[in-house]
C-alpha cells in the first residue's frame, strides 16, 4: 500500500504551501529593501548604497541582503528597475486617461512636474541624480539608467509624433527635437527646485514647455 509521501512525492503535511510562504516573505523583504534603496540613491547616489548601510534601515540584516541581490552591482540593477516601476506609476500611467497625442503630452508634462514637486523620490527625480553619477561610467548599470531615460524620452516622442499626424501640431515638427527639449525643461525645474528650495522653477518650466509647443503650432485652448 503506498504511503503518502510515495503517493505524491512529496512527505505528509508538505504541499508546496510552505514554499509559497517563503516566496512571499522574500518578495515583501526584497520590496522593503529596494523601496529604501531608491530613496536613499536618489539623494546620495546609486554608488553610496552598501549592504550594510541598508541593513541598518531596512528590516533585513546584511547577509539576507547579500542572499537577495548577490552583489553591489546587482542591488544597483534591482534598485534601477524599482525606480523605473515608481516613475511609471507615478507619471505614465496618470498620464494614459488623456487622449493620445497632444493632450497626452500635456498631461505627461503634468504628471512629471508633480511627481517632481511631491518628492516621490526624497531626492528629486531618481533618474536625474544617477545619470549625472553614471554618463561617463561604461557598464550594465549605466546601461540600465540610459534605457530608462531612452524609453521616456522616446515614450514622449511618440506622443508628440502622434500630435503631428492629428494635425495638433505643424507638419514638420521633429518629434525626438521636441521631447527633448521639453525633456530639458521638466529636468531644469528638477535641478532648480532642488538647489534653491524654489517651486517657482515649476511654474517657469510649465511656461516654457507651452509656448514650445504652441511655436509648434499647438492650440493654446488644449494647453490649459
Not at 188 to 212: I, K
Amino acid at each position: 500500500m503506498a504511503t503518502p509521501e510515495t503517493a505524491t512525492g512529496k512527505r505528509p503535511g508538505t504541499d508546496g504551501s510552505a514554499t509559497d510562504l517563503r516566496r512571499a516573505r522574500g518578495d515583501r523583504t526584497r520590496r522593503a529593501v529596494l523601496d529604501q534603496a531608491v530613496q536613499d540613491a536618489s539623494v546620495h547616489g546609486l554608488d553610496a548604497l552598501s549592504l550594510g548601510g541598508l541593513a541598518a534601515t531596512a528590516p533585513v540584516n546584511k547577509s539576507a541582503i547579500a542572499g537577495l541581490f548577490g552583489s553591489k552591482e546587482g542591488l544597483q540593477l534591482a534598485v534601477v528597475a524599482r525606480a523605473r516601476e515608481i516613475y511609471t506609476d507615478a507619471v505614465v500611467v496618470p498620464a494614459r486617461p488623456a487622449g493620445r497625442g497632444l493632450a497626452r503630452v500635456w498631461a505627461l508634462v503634468g504628471r512629471w512636474i508633480d511627481y517632481s514637486r511631491r518628492r516621490v523620490f526624497r531626492g528629486g527625480c531618481f533618474f536625474r541624480t544617477v545619470e549625472i553619477e553614471f554618463d561617463m561610467r561604461p557598464g550594465p548599470v549605466r546601461d540600465a539608467v540610459a534605457e530608462a531615460q531612452a524609453d521616456w524620452e522616446g515614450y514622449l516622442a511618440h506622443q508628440v509624433e502622434i500630435a503631428v499626424g492629428a494635425g495638433e501640431l505643424s507638419a514638420g515638427t521633429d518629434p525626438e527635437q521636441v521631447a527633448f527639449e521639453v525633456n530639458a525643461l521638466l529636468s531644469a525645474a528638477n535641478d532648480r527646485s532642488l538647489l534653491f528650495d524654489d517651486e517657482r522653477a515649476y511654474g517657469y518650466a510649465v511656461a516654457a514647455v507651452r509656448t514650445l509647443l504652441e511655436s509648434r503650432g499647438a492650440d493654446p485652448a488644449t494647453l490649459r
